[in-house]
T-cell receptor, first 113, second 112 residues
Framework: DAGITQSPRHKVTETGTPVTLRCHQT?????MYWYRQDPGHGLRLIHY???????DKGEVSDGYSVSRSKTEDFLLTLESATSSQTSVYFC????????????FGSGTRLTVV | DAKTTQPTSMDCAEGRAANLPCNHS???????VYWYRQIHSQGPQYIIH???NNETNEMASLIITEDRKSSTLILPHATLRDTAVYYC?????????????FGRGTSLIVHP
């Protein structure tokens, strides 16, 4: 989607290695979110941010950490990747106002072998 | 927080109207109803939202019941490209810090 990009789009990594996914926005939106999506599940929130250096945990935060040192970037780190973290990861942004809703990135497909 | 209930799956013939229901019986007065859809392997895409009046845009129409406990997303002339998972969520008007539950949505299959 315009204004939000995720990188990389695809990644294969080995169990036990650290992995960082990047979400970059050009909309200057305050709120940023990381979700994961697995077959049979909806979108599940991992972490979110409500400002620079302000983050909080979602429902499936174990094994993940995040950082937001600039408004435009929200990084998701898998400290020691496990096979259960094989998933599609989506980033979303929101300004918080009614008419914006959420804008999602195109996703990162991560495979942990 | 208010949550939504949607049927797991629906199907519709191409060219016909697709009517996707959503129940949000615990919605609060300041919460909007939003609809998104997710085409296979892509990120969810915003469709439409509303508070209490019916809304229409180039993609769809949103009908909200008078008591606001349910709504229906209408795709007036469904095409094969409308095959997707449709999510109904509720969120406050200034709810940036409010984290909605997207759930599993409704899988709509449009067939020829």
């Amino acid at each position: 989607d315009a204004g939000i990009t995720q990188s990389p789009r695809h990644k294969v990594t080995e169990t036990g290695t650290p992995v960082t996914l990047r979400c970059h926005q050009t909309e200057n939106h305050r709120y940023m979110y990381w979700y994961r999506q697995d077959p049979g599940h909806g979108l599940r929130l991992i972490h979110y941010s409500y400002g620079v250096k302000d983050t909080d945990k979602g429902e499936v935060s174990d094994g993940y950490s995040v950082s937001r040192s600039k408004t435009e970037d929200f990084l998701l780190t898998l400290e020691s990747a496990t096979s259960s973290q094989t998933s599609v990861y989506f980033c979303a942004i929101s300004e918080g106002a009614e008419y914006y809703g959420y804008t999602f990135g195109s996703g990162t497909r991560l495979t942990v072998v | 927080d208010a949550k939504t209930t949607q049927p797991t799956s629906m199907d519709c013939a191409e060219g016909r109207a697709a009517n996707l229901p959503c129940n949000h019986s615990t919605i609060s007065g300041n919460e909007y109803v939003y609809w998104y859809r997710q085409i296979h392997s892509q990120g969810p895409q915003y469709i439409i939202h509303g508070l209490k009046n019916n809304e229409t845009n180039e993609m769809a129409s949103l009908i909200i019941t008078e008591d606001r406990k349910s709504s229906t997303l209408i795709l007036p002339h469904a095409t094969l490209r409308d095959t997707a998972v449709y999510y109904c969520i509720v969120r406050p008007a200034s709810g940036g810090s409010y984290i909605p539950t997207f759930g599993r949505g409704t899988s709509l299959i449009v067939h020829p």
